[in-house]
């Protein structure tokens, strides 16, 4: 092989969230990054769009200050099934903000590609690297010499089956779809509304647009309109709103790997696992990875990385874990929604743990009783008990 012209500290396969992230970061601790992509900003994806205060935080660490942008703020998270409504607002804790935002993706791609472009990155879009195995990444058709390769290329990583970092465990594999709609947010919250099918949950992103996002196990049904269909609140709410964008898919996955790095190359985002996306962590989950492993690498190695990288799944993972059964259970789902409704503290405890603001063992020790005894107490005279 000839001496390859196209030369980097960094490539970074994939130019989605987690890359980009990735790439800034690395930029900000003074390495030169290549970021390729297949498709051509800005890039949609199926996606829920609601950036959690995590989230955020973790965007303002990387110089993108959502406050300033136009999407529309929400203040916790809501879960509503026939039976009972159950809010959650969000915790306040230092640094971290008090809202999340619902922001298209789209904006939010455009976002990260021009804090990418400040920052002084090398990005080659609409070029898909090329990964033959045996052979040296190449693009153009050119090989790319690298100190690091970093794979972000998403659930169905290329650069995971030619690294040999394949093994692991996939606990669940859903379907997702996404769809806008022209009507006024009637919450101010994310609202998860629990059908027989699966999950739509609603996030305001303008002064007159949602987006609803379903996920649900079950592939014959997956189309946004019959997973709104079969939860009748939604279906009314919707039934003369003007659809306003294209209908989005993508499988969402619960999905753990025995290794994420192989000598020089590591996985980063949704190819180095993932939780469901019912969970609304996915891009707070990617956003902590970019740190993490711009740090290792910034300090020589990627040992770090290996190292933390499944605690970085680890809550999500169990949240997914729980969510996923009460979707399997339709009567246990009911009475744990009637127990968040009339105790919405409780439910509030349980998404500050979810934000990682507090560990879930403390949740557990401290509520645990509360939770069992109000699971257990029909609710008539649960009042008269708390
Ligand atoms: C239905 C649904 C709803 C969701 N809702 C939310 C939510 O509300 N909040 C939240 O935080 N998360 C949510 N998520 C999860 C979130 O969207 C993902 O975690 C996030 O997109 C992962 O980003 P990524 O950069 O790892 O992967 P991706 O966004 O998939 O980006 C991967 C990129 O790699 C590129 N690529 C692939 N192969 C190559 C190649 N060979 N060469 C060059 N480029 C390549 C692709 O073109 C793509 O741009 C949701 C997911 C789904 C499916």
Known sequence: MGLSRICCDVLLVGGGPAGLAAAIALRQRGLDVLTADALVPPIDKACGEGIMPDSRRELARLGIDLAAVHGSPFRGIRFCDEYSIASANFPTAPNLPGEGIGLRRLVLHRLLVDRAREVGLRMHWGSPVGLIPGQPPSLGGEPVRYRYLIGADGQSSRVRAWAGLEQGTLHTRRVGFRMHYRVRP??????????????????????????????????????????????????ERLRHAQITSRERGSITTTRRLRNVTNGNI????????????????????????????????????????????????????????????????????????QVFARDPALFEKLLRVHLGEEPLNRFVLAHAPRFGARMLIPPAFSELVF
């Open 186 to 235: 009637w919450s101010n919250y994310v609202e998860v509304c629990w059908g027989p099918f699966g999950q739509a949950y609603v996030t305001p992103i303008g002064d007159n647009e949602v987006c609803v996002a379903v996920v649900t196990r079950l592939p014959h049904l997956a189309r946004t309109s019959r997973i709104i269909d079969s939860i009748p609140l939604l279906r």
């Open 266 to 337: 590591a996985l980063l985002g949704d190819a180095s696992g993932s939780a469901d996306a019912v969970t609304g962590e996915g891009l707070a989950v990617v956003f902590r990875q970019a740190a993490l492993l711009a740090d290792s690498i910034a300090s020589g190695s990627l040992d770090p990385y290996a190292a933390e990288h499944a605690k970085t799944l680890r809550l999500p993972q169990a949240m997914a874990r729980a969510l996923l059964v009460l979707d399997r259970h339709p009567s246990l789902r009911r009475r744990v929604l």
